[in-house]
């Protein structure tokens, strides 16, 4: 309940200091100590759960830890997604991240069970920065994987999981995402 209280305090913080970003529903945005989120004019950021009619399972969830770095262009609009990063997340102007998104620059837990067990997150857990390109729409339900780069006027096909470095002017779908179309 307090953690709760907190969240949503967190998110009046945002909404009052942030009048040129348009927010639809409250969304979970913090940044921890050393971590910086830009947020550019004029995006959206929807986690009413009526503002997508293909249904949004959760709200919007940006978060920097561990001295990650997001920075989110002007003019995109993200709905019902988490942006989680732990080294670095760009994402281009005018860029379209669809319902239910997952984009996550780490791995949230260490690979080796040895370190899993320590409790070693932090020191032990792999991550790598992720650069969207400008003019990107990404799919409902896709998830883009540490160490991903998608070049400018890129497609993400519905439910995709992206990983790897993709060029401009494509569709990618798929799991793993490969490139089905060159425009």
Not at 158 to 170: L, Q, Y
Request: charged share 20%; proline share 2%.
């Amino acid at each position: 309940m307090i953690r709760g209280l907190i969240l949503k305090l967190l998110f009046i913080k945002t909404w009052l200091t942030r009048r040129d970003v348009h927010f639809k529903g409250w969304c979970v945005i913090h940044a921890f100590k050393g971590c910086n989120i830009k947020i550019g004019k004029g995006t959206s950021i929807f986690s009413s759960f009526s503002s997508n009619m293909l249904g949004l399972y959760q709200r919007c969830i940006i978060v920097a830890r561990y001295g990650g770095k997001i920075e989110i262009g002007e003019h995109c609009g993200i709905g019902g997604s988490t942006i989680y990063a732990w080294n670095s997340i760009k994402i281009g102007n005018y860029t379209r991240v669809g319902a239910n998104c997952k984009i996550i620059d780490n791995d949230f837990h260490p690979v080796e069970l040895e370190y899993r067990h320590k409790g070693l997150n932090e020191e032990y857990t792999r991550r790598a920065p992720i650069e969207i390109g400008d003019d990107c729409f990404i799919g409902m339900n896709s998830i883009i994987l540490k160490g991903t780069k998608l070049g400018n006027n890129v497609i993400v096909g519905a439910g995709s999981v992206v990983h790897g470095s993709f060029p401009d002017n494509c569709i990618i779908a798929g799991n793993p995402a490969k490139i089905v179309k060159q425009m």
